[in-house]
């Protein structure tokens, strides 16, 4: 009997499954892998069954004959121990993402004289419509709003980046690279201050009020699913923040980040080159209660963004207030920066560590931008923002485009770095 293995990365069972699973029945034994969760985040849809139920859901699929879970996206565990004679997938990964996975489960079955079979891909109405209903599903506040602590207990290290429009949303949502043999993309997305006041051209200091700020959320929940960690700035007058928490809850945003500094707010990059002022513990860690009593799901996140490096009051008093802010309730850290050198935001982390084995550490390497994302994750951060540099890409090329035009009185010249406006429209979901 000739052993065939399938690979399922899917919380319903359609039509396409169950082809596939007829047409590998044909060919003998058939051994369905449950891509896990941990594998299924860096590449596909975000699942929203725990893996366990989805073992469940494909063993009572008849004419399957064992359920195993696969952890590697690229094959290398199941193969190594099955060593199956046939892998039966939908043709579908023959091209985009996928391909480079096909490449390699070829050459790893081609090493003992095992076979792909590719399956035409099912498209018909049914299976559009649930996998239509999956991502709706994903985009829906209540699964949004928990995506990002789950997140951060699936994966090493999350990642996200800057949106600041329905577009930015795009493409953190879309973007997926093969690289070095893995697939990866961004895990989330960061409403920046400085971002979302720029795309205005407004100044970074508290002045896009947040009917603006709510506003661009929602350009941005109405076309993406992945979670949303929100730039509070200083989150306000205490009296306000209680009534932003709730309003961000209610559309379905992960998470908050309010610094300590007080008055007026002027971006952290400016370091002391401007006046800014602290808040105190005392003051910050009242925030912080009051936003924690104002929540009513136990999924939102309030997390405290430390001002004391930024504003060279040392590594003790960053410390000291990162401890009273947990104590106060913050469910997170988040530590700056503008140093060059990772090196403070690194003592910082592996002394935080000592203390708080568990409250999740966020930073934003925008000026330590060396220092790698293993490199982060191995002294205790849980999330890495990725701040700004969608805007900082956007705007010299936007700019370049401008000066070239006027210089030469017509738009050839720069057509060339131009994204053809068929590529524009396909990037745009319809419905
Ligand atoms: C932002 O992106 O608005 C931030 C991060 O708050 S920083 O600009 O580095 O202060
Ligand atoms: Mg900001």
């Known amino acids: 009997m000739k052993t ?19 047409e590998a029945k044909k060919l003998g034994r058939v051994i369905v892998g449950c891509l896990s969760d941990a594998a299924l985040i860096r590449f596909n849809k975000f699942p929203t069954v725990s893996q366990e139920e989805r073992i469940k859901l494909y063993r009572t699929l008849e004419g399957v004959d ?10 290398d565990d199941v193969i190594t121990l099955i060593k199956p004679d046939y892998v039966v997938h939908g043709d579908n990964w023959i091209q985009g993402p996928e391909k480079a996975i096909r490449e390699h489960v070829a050459v790893l079955v081609g090493n003992y004289g095992g076979q792909i079979v590719d399956i035409p891909y099912t498209y018909n109405e049914k299976v559009h419509k649930i996998d239509l209903q999956l991502r709706e599903k994903l985009a829906m506040p209540e699964y949004r ?24 949303g795009l493409i953190v949502e879309k973007t997926v690279v093969e690289h070095d043999g893995r697939l990866d993309q961004f895990d989330a997305m960061w409403i920046s201050s400085l971002c979302d006041s720029t795309a205005k051209g407004k100044p970074d200091i508290e002045l896009v009020d947040m009917t603006s700020r709510f506003r661009t959320i929602d350009d941005i929940t109405e076309v993406t699913t992945k979670p949303i960690i929100f730039d509070g700035d200083t989150g306000g007058l205490t009296e306000h923040f209680v009534y932003t928490v709730r309003s961000l809850e209610k559309m379905g945003v992960s998470a908050v980040i309010i610094e300590d500094k007080k008055g007026l707010k002027k971006n952290s990059l ?7 002022t602290q808040a ?3 003051e910050m860690s009242a925030k912080i209660a009051a936003g924690k009593r104002a929540q009513l799901t136990d999924d939102f996140m309030i997390i405290a963004r430390i001002e004391s490096l930024i504003l060279e009051k040392g590594m003790e008093d960053a410390l000291t207030r990162a401890h009273a802010f947990v104590k106060a309730g913050a469910d997170g850290i988040m530590i700056h920066s503008r140093k060059k050198d990772p090196a403070e935001i690194v003592e910082f982390c592996d002394k935080f560590r000592k203390d708080d084995k568990t409250t999740p550490i966020v ?4 000026s330590f931008n060396t220092i790698t994302e293993e490199e982060l994750a191995s002294h205790g951060v849980n999330i890495v923002i990725y701040a700004n540099q969608l805007t900082r890409s956007a705007f010299p090329a936007m700019q370049q485009t401008a000066e070239d035009i006027l210089r030469y009185h017509r738009a050839k010249e720069v057509d060339d770095r131009l994204m ?11 419905l």
Not at 66 to 75: L, S, T
């Open 280 to 282: 105190t513990i005392e």
């Open 145 to 168: 709003r928990k995506r990002l602590r789950q997140l951060i207990s699936m994966t090493p290290i999350v990642k996200a980046m800057e949106a600041h429009s329905g577009l930015t």
């Open 4 to 22: 065939v293995y399938t690979c399922f990365c899917t919380d319903v069972i359609h039509d396409g499954h169950l082809n596939i699973i007829n």
């Open 420 to 430: 053809p406006i068929k590529q524009i429209i396909t990037l745009i979901d319809e």
């Open 270 to 276: 400016f370091g002391t080159e401007v006046e800014q």
């Open 363 to 366: 930073v934003v390497p925008s």
């Open 66 to 75: 064992e359920v195993v879970i696969q952890n590697d996206a690229f094959y």
